[in-house]
C-alpha cells in the first residue's frame, strides 16, 4: 500500500541533544512538509521541499534543519538550538489537490 | 498571502443533530480547499477537497462542504452527528505547488 512512514511514533529528547525524525513515502510525490502541532495552535509549517535536493523554511524554521537527498526521505532533525521541541510532528506529501499525512511522532524533552 | 480562520475551537453537538464547522479563507488566486480530520495522536485524513469544479463537494462520512466565493466560506456540515465523528477538523487552504495553509483546527465534541 502507498503511504506515509514517520518513525519513531515515540521520541524522548534529553536537554541538549539532537534527535532526527525520519519520514518515508512510496507515492512518488514531488513535494514533502514537516508541521509541527501544539495544542490550540493548528499545524505550522517546519520546512518543505518542492525536489530533491532543495527545500525551503517554512514559517517556524529555527532550531530545525532537513536533508532531501532522495525523493522518498525527507528526514527533520530538532537541534539543540530548538528551545521547546516538546510538540507532535507531521509529515506529509502532497499533489496540488491535497497532502497525505504520516500518523505522527511525538517528541517529549526530558 | 493565503490564510484560513476557523471560527470557534471547540463546538459540541448532541448525537443526531447538524454538525456545522465554520471556515473561512483569504487567497489572492483561485484557492483549493480543503477539510481534514484527526483522531487523537494519529495524523490528518482528509474528508474533502474543493479544487474549482463543484462548489458542493461530498466527502467521506456523510460530511459535505459548500464553497461561497462571495463570502469566502467554506462550511463543513453533516446532517446527523455521530459519537464516531468526535476528533480535531482542520480546514486548509493551498496554491498551486500544493502548499498546505492550516486554520487553527476546532474540536468538535458529540453527546449522547
Known amino acids: 500500500d502507498g503511504g506515509i512512514t514517520q518513525s519513531p511514533k515515540y521520541l524522548f529528547r534529553k536537554e541538549g541533544q539532537n534527535v532526527t525524525l525520519s519520514c518515508e513515502q512510496n507515492?512518488?510525490?514531488?513535494?514533502m512538509y514537516w508541521y509541527r502541532q501544539d495544542p490550540g495552535q493548528g499545524l505550522r509549517l517546519i520546512y518543505y521541499?518542492?525536489?530533491?535536493?532543495?527545500?525551503q523554511k517554512g514559517d517556524i524554521a529555527e532550531g530545525y534543519s532537513v536533508s532531501r537527498e532522495k525523493k522518498e526521505s525527507f528526514p527533520l532533525t530538532v537541534t539543540s538550538a530548538q528551545k521547546n521541541p516538546t510538540a507532535f510532528y507531521l509529515c506529509?506529501?502532497?499533489?496540488?489537490?491535497?497532502?497525505?499525512f504520516g500518523q505522527g511522532t511525538r517528541l517529549t524533552v526530558v | 498571502a493565503q490564510s484560513v480562520t476557523q471560527l470557534g475551537s471547540h463546538v459540541s453537538v448532541s448525537e443526531g443533530a447538524l454538525v456545522l464547522l465554520r471556515c473561512n479563507y483569504s487567497s489572492s488566486v483561485p484557492p483549493y480547499l480543503f477539510w481534514y480530520v484527526q483522531y487523537p495522536n494519529q495524523g490528518l485524513q482528509l474528508l474533502l477537497k474543493y479544487t474549482s469544479a463543484a462548489t458542493l463537494v461530498k466527502g467521506i462520512n456523510g460530511f459535505e462542504a459548500e464553497f461561497k466565493k462571495s463570502e469566502t466560506s467554506f462550511h463543513l456540515t453533516k446532517p446527523s452527528a455521530h459519537m464516531s465523528d468526535a476528533a480535531e477538523y482542520f480546514c486548509?487552504?493551498?496554491?498551486?505547488?500544493?502548499?498546505?495553509?492550516f486554520g487553527q483546527g476546532t474540536e468538535l465534541s458529540v453527546k449522547p
Open positions: 486548509a487552504v493551498s496554491d498551486l505547488r500544493g502548499k498546505l495553509i
Open positions: 521541499s518542492q525536489i530533491v535536493n532543495d527545500f
Open positions: 506529509a506529501s502532497t499533489l496540488t489537490n491535497g497532502a497525505f
Open positions: 507515492l512518488n510525490h514531488d513535494a
